[in-house]
Structure formats: C-alpha cells, structure tokens
C-alpha cells in the first residue's frame, strides 16, 4: 500500500460479515484516515470497537458517502443496488459483497489471487463486486489449474456452514442442537428443515431449472471470474451443522492432460492456498481449521480415474473471512494501491 490514507465507511456494519470487515481492516493494518460505520436505523445507539476507539454506527442515507473514498457493502442487494451508485456519485469506490451487482456486465468480479486485473473496470459505475462465498474459494485453485491445463468441466458439491445465512442461523444451530440433547421439542424458524443432525440441499431458492439460486450463483460467477464462458460447471449446494467453514467436494476435467502429483506441485505454494493433503496421516482440509484464517485449504487431490483427464480434490475455507470481508478488504487494498 502507499502512503496515502483513506475515508472509509462499512455498510452494513452491524452484521456478521460488516463486523468481520471492521476486524479485518484493522488486522491489514488498511491505511484509514478515518471510518464511517454504517447500518439501518434499528442500530442507532450501538457502538462498534476500531483499532480501540469506540465509533458510533450511524443510519444508513443517501448523503453518507459525502467525503468517503472507498465504501465496503454487506447489507443485502436491495441495499446495495439503491445507495452503490449514490456513494460512487459523491466520489466514493464501493466493494459490493451483496448478490446485486455480481453478474452486471460492467461491474468486475473480482477474487484478487484469480483476476486482479479486473479491478481497473472498476470506473464504469464505480463498483466492484465480491464473488460468492463458495464461489470464492473454489476458483482460488481452480485459476492455476485452468491456466496449465484449460478445464473443461467443474463438478462441485458444497457443504456450506450456517453463517452463511447469519447470526439467526448460528443460534437456531445452537438452539437445537442443544434440544435434542436435551430431549426437548426443537423449534424451526429460519430454515425450511431442522439443521441440528442433517443435511439440506437447499441453499436459497429454487429456480425453474430445479437448481437453486446459490447454485446457478456459482455457475454464472465461475465462468466469470475465469473469463471463459465455454467451462462446464454443474454444482450442488448443501447446508451442514457447521458453525463456520465452508467445505468443497470438487471434480475437474481438463482439456490437457492432468496428473494429480503434478497439480500438488502446482498448488503447494500459489498464493491463498495451503496445500494440507497427507491422507494416511489424517491430514486432509477441515473446516475447523479453516476457520479463522484467511487461505484455502486443499486436500485429497487425485486422479479422477472415470475419465482420461480428470482430478478430484476437496477444499475448506472460512467463508466469513476470505469468502467474504477478507476478499474485499484485498480488493480495497489494491484499489487504494493503484487505481485511487
């Protein structure tokens, strides 16, 4: 980073992925000049901790962006389609983490170990987008792999942790895990199914295809951030009694061929990646330990033996940190580098 400091503001501040974007702009030392914490009305009042000074989280209006550089959005695509081209108006870059702008054709998409490049379309409308949280870690060693051997189909099957979809979950998580403990009638009130001890292929909803929304998601932003639109991509989404960590069963078929020792060599030491494959010891990516950093992990890499040239591998990564803040404070990192 420069010299050079910036007036920042967090929409959204108040959430599980605004307050991880607080953490993790004071854990990057980014060079603030000064912070604007921002959320709905129903949060007035409520004060949130930077580099150790309490600030004040102020209503979320059309003027709050008058005087802020760079603006990090997680409240939601309604938000997000209504305040982004307002802040980039007043002269404000937004790192959008809502679904809204993702598949726009003149918002980049961004993963910064993937497409980097991709920022500098950024003055178009002022906005970059953060990829999906499953999307994210996916293509982080999906790039290297697509550059050597140019893939020809993606496979994927996620096993998705409950905040994802926020504090609400994590509690309902908790609450019935606990009741069945208990013997204890079990209450269901934000997803479809009990999550406690199960598993729900359902992620967002279902879409006239019968894949869901996270799913379509990951197909459309895949092809995106890879700049190829001729990848096959077919994917499953599934919520897990997971607390944090999403998880990733991954099948690539490539055009070239493909050999699991040599995609290890290829990984072991790419950027965002730890490369934990050791089966026979039991060392393979758990989203326990994933949980709380910032890199992928990549594991159980081998040979898809059902096709000439095809691999298998799993992934974990937290998806509140790099599948979501820690991405956009990367993009905001290199926006204030070399664009601002």
Known sequence: MSERKFNVAVAGATGAVGNQMIKCLEERNFPVKS??????????????????????VEELKEDSFKGVEIALF????????????????????????????????????????????AIAQYTKKGIIANPNCSTIQMVVPLVHIHKKYKIKRIVVSTYQSVSGTGKKAIDELFDQTRALINFLPVER??????????????????L?????????????????????NSIGVTATTVRVPVFFGHSESINVETYEPIKA????????????????????????????DAAGQDLTLVGRIRQDESVPNGIN????????????ATNAVQIAEILGSKYL
């Open 35 to 56: 912070i604007k914490l921002l959320a709905s009305a129903r949060s007035i009042g409520r004060k949130l901790t930077f580099r150790g000074e309490s600030i004040p």
């Open 74 to 117: 997680s409240a939601g695509a309604g938000t997000s389609l209504k305040f982004a081209p307002m802040a980039y108006k007043d002269g404000c870059a937004v790192i959008d983490n809502s679904s809204g702008w993702r598949m726009d054709p003149e918002v980049p998409l961004v993963v910064p170990e993937v497409n980097p490049h």
């Open 313 to 324: 591998m799993w992934i974990a990564a937290d998806n509140i940190r790099k599948g979501a």
């Open 208 to 228: 006239e295809n019968d894949y869901t929304k996270e799913e379509m998601k990951m197909v459309n932003e895949t092809r995106k951030i890879l700049e190829d």
């Open 189 to 206: 009130k934000v997803y479809p199914h009990r999550i406690a001890f199960n598993c729900l292929p359902q992620i967002d909803v279902f």
């Open 261 to 288: 020792s040599d995609v290890k060599d290829l990984l072991r030491n790419a950027p965002g990646i730890k490369l934990v494959d050791e089966p026979k010891k039991g060392l393979y990516p758990l989203a326990i």
